[in-house]
């Protein structure tokens, strides 16, 4: 508790140099979360900062607490112990207390959590993602053009070849051959699961809010609607072997009408659509494509 209390007056003092970089991935030396990019991170920022405020005030009157005692009641100074053993005041007081502290943290939280968790009835595009040692494959399901790709971590070497050599918009250990295209401002409904023989991997946007077991055997479901274009990242995030920190996720989110040019032509030539769509979006200024604020 007392060290989540320090990063988060940590996150405080460096929010103003956290608000000037780029929102879709880490940046050195953060400390607070990424810039949220969803209805459900606005939430979670929103509750993180929130639950700061009890947990700051609490960290610090323990200290307090702590010292006075250590100070005040030391041996040289209280050579005699009281032997008071009940304080029918005190007992209500610390009673009471942390059952409202508690509550006030629980409603919010319990509402977020429902909100995680509903998934949207109708949503606009249903994504599978199915994890493997180690990268991930993705399914658009339905629709008239199905559509399915492997999606590796980009291999150095083949950086020139991809055309992604700025590695300020495709990072080292983030960027990957192919990503998951959508459309900005859709509800898009995720299974996520892991290949049948598999392990247990999971499947994480920080940016999104988003974080969930891929599990063999079994398809977990969860939703997001991401509110502003851009290339985001996130990666595997459950301990999966020897290359767990190489399966990274990428998600480039565009425009409806990139998104569709791009799917039309992505289920005969995926490469081919990849590059067109990285023209239309990289091209005009590279800082739009990294959705700066
Ligand atoms: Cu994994």
Known sequence: MISRAFAGVGALICLPLATV???????????????PVT?????????????????????????????????????????????TSHNTAIEIVWTVAPVLILLFLAIPSFNLLTAQLTIPQNPDIT?????????????????DNPLAFDSYMLKEPDRAAAGKEDVKVYPRLL???????????????VLVTAAPTDVIHAF?????????DAVPGR????????????LYYG?????????????????????QDKYDTWKAAAAGDLPGANKALMAATDAPAASVAVASK
Request: charged letters at 20%.
């Open 204 to 212: 994480a946007m920080p940016a999104f809010g988003v974080k969930i």
């Open 39 to 83: 209805p459900i991170m606005h939430q979670i920022k929103w509750f993180n900062h929130y639950s700061l405020w009890f947990i700051v005030p609490i960290t610090l009157f323990v200290l307090a607490l702590l010292i006075i005692v250590a100070v005040k009641f030391r041996a040289a100074k209280n050579p005699v112990a009281s032997r």
């Open 175 to 189: 960027a990957v051959d192919n990503e998951v295209v959508l459309p900005v401002n859709k509800t898009v409904r």
């Open 235 to 255: 990666q595997c995030s459950e301990l999966c072997g020897k290359d767990h920190a190489f399966m990274p996720i990428a998600i480039r989110v565009v425009s």
């Open 127 to 143: 994504l599978k993602a199915t994890a493997t040692q180690w990268q991930w494959n993705y399914e658009y399901e339905g629709g």
């Open 219 to 230: 398809l977990n479901e969860t939703w997001f609607k991401p509110e502003k274009e851009g």
């Open 21 to 35: 970089a780029v929102a879709d991935q880490p940046k050195p030396w953060q400390l607070d979360l990424q810039e």
